[in-house]
């Protein structure tokens, strides 16, 4: 399957900062990326549909403004979490689909403290 | 839209016997069904998948059935080992560069 990597790691901001989170397809040129949160003991929870070349599709209840998605090639996309507040704290997760009919392969997910 | 459910929440077995997870989905539409295993602090990991058009699945020591008629499949782990201790976690999906529902996971814990 795809190979997806996830930048960073682990973040930890204080309140009313921005933070970036980059997800790489390593091996697969991605036309669609998808990012998802996760609460602690939670399930995945899709929160937008990112397409190459053209404007994210947001799920409901995901402020678009301070959820910024740029897709800007094949294989990489960006989050953005714009002023994040301490309810942002989550695990952010992104995955790519495989080159047959619709798998969908994870990065490894960026843990998201915000103080 | 689409709603997954996932059971049990929670699930021990010993070492080397069988765990079933069980999930159930609302759209009939719905045509394609992985299964991921997601250990703490990690994405999660494919494991299997199946698609509408096939009723069972099997890789080693994993198998997948699927009832369309009843809109429910299951995870089948046989000979379970320590290391298959993790959160799995059933979707739906519509198809291809669809988005993916989730069931809310369950625990497997294999005790040694």
């Known amino acids: 399957g795809a190979v997806v990597s996830q930048h960073p790691s682990r973040v930890i901001c204080k309140s009313g900062t921005s933070v970036k989170i980059e997800c790489r397809s390593l091996?697969?040129?991605?036309?669609?990326m998808f990012w998802y949160r996760q609460f602690p003991k939670q399930s995945l929870m899709l929160m937008a549909t990112?397409?190459?070349?053209?404007?994210?599709?947001?799920e409901q209840g995901v402020e678009k403004d301070k959820f910024l998605i740029n897709h800007a090639s094949l294989t990489l996309s960006t989050l953005t979490v714009t002023s994040a507040h301490p309810e942002d704290s989550s695990f952010y997760i992104c995955?790519?689909?495989?080159?047959?009919?619709?798998?969908?392969?994870f990065g490894p997910g960026t843990r998201l403290t915000v103080l | 839209g689409e709603n997954v459910e996932q059971h049990p929440s929670t699930l021990s077995v010993q070492e080397g016997d069988s765990a079933v997870i069980k999930c159930t989905y609302s759209?009939?539409?719905?045509?394609?069904f992985p299964w991921y295993k997601q250990e703490l602090g990690k994405g999660p990991q494919l494991i299997i998948d199946?698609?509408?058009?096939?009723g069972e699945k099997k890789d080693q020591r994993i198998a997948v059935t699927l009832n369309k008629t009843a809109k429910h499949f299951s995870l089948h782990i046989t000979e379970t080992q320590p290391e298959d201790s993790a959160v799995y976690f059933c979707?739906?999906?519509?198809?291809?560069?669809?988005?993916?529902?989730f069931g809310p996971g369950t625990r497997l814990s294999v005790l040694p």
């Open positions: 995955s790519v689909g495989g080159s047959s009919y619709n798998e969908q392969f």
């Open positions: 091996d697969f040129q991605a036309t669609t």
């Open positions: 979707a739906a999906s519509l198809g291809y560069g669809q988005n993916f529902v």
């Open positions: 990112s397409n190459e070349g053209s404007k994210a599709t947001y």
């Open positions: 199946i698609r509408s058009n096939v």
């Open positions: 759209d009939s539409a719905s045509n394609y």
